[in-house]
């Protein structure tokens, strides 16, 4: 079975720093996608970056970059220059398509940042 | 461009009522998915489907049913809401082509609690 750890519930970062959050995961499958979504207080979920197993390049969006580790199944979210718009829960996600899974998403429990002033 | 547009965006209900909650997207998506998210869980996959017609069970379907009369419509009745089902859900839609380019796109929740 897929599995998503989010081993961070808070983490907190002052503003212009960098943070780091961490996701593990656990599959048997070598074709997959990892994700991290955003969700401020508002609730609407918004992907951040998106990352494909068979590339060996980290993904990078901007201020956001992965540090994506597959054999040892490590998928880590630096934010660069936090800014308090950064503020929201953070979910790590994982779907594969192969098998019965059918496309759907398996979340880690999030971790929730705070960005001070 | 709507996107997924869930409706309601809130609801109380008290113990033993039912209710749909509707999702509806328009971008021709074959995928759908009902969600729920609950303090310190993430999100789990209630009921899911396939296409037009079909439907499947995700893993927290207990209380819950689905139907997929339309493709663009996804709806998730409760017969008889519980305490235990407080919690905000999510509907998600993404298509099945073009799979390495594709992504989910949600609704923007519909919290939903049961007195």
């Not at chain 1, 901007?62 to 308090?84: E, P």
């Not at chain 2, 859900?89 to 992504?103: K, L, M, Q």
């Amino acid at each position: 079975a897929q599995t998503v750890t989010q081993s961070q519930p808070e983490m907190s970062v002052q503003e212009a720093e960098t943070v780091t959050l961490s996701c593990t995961y656990d599959t048997s499958e070598s074709d997959y996608y990892l994700f991290w979504y955003k969700q401020p207080p508002s609730r609407q979920m918004i992907l951040v970056i998106r990352q494909e197993a068979y590339k060996q390049q980290n993904a990078t969006e901007n201020r956001f970059s992965v540090n994506f580790q597959k054999a040892a199944k490590s998928f880590s979210l630096k934010i660069s220059d936090s800014q308090l718009g950064d503020a929201a829960m953070y979910f790590c996600a994982y779907r594969t398509d192969r098998g019965s899974t059918l496309g759907r998403l398996y979340f880690g429990r999030g971790t929730q940042l705070t960005v001070w002033p | 461009n709507a996107g997924v547009t869930q409706t309601p965006k809130f609801r109380v209900l008290k113990t033993g009522q039912s209710m749909t909650l509707l999702c509806a997207q328009d971008m021709n998506h074959e995928y759908m998915y009902w969600y729920r998210q609950d303090p310190g869980m993430g999100l789990r996959l209630i009921h899911y489907s396939v296409g037009e017609g079909t439907t499947a069970k995700g893993e927290v379907p207990d209380g819950y049913n689905v139907s997929r009369l339309k493709k663009q419509n996804f709806l998730l009745g409760l017969e008889s809401a519980a305490p235990s089902q407080t919690s905000v859900y999510f509907c998600a839609s993404r298509t099945h082509w073009d799979r390495r380019n594709t992504e989910a796109f949600f609704g923007q929740g519909t919290r939903l609690t049961v007195v």
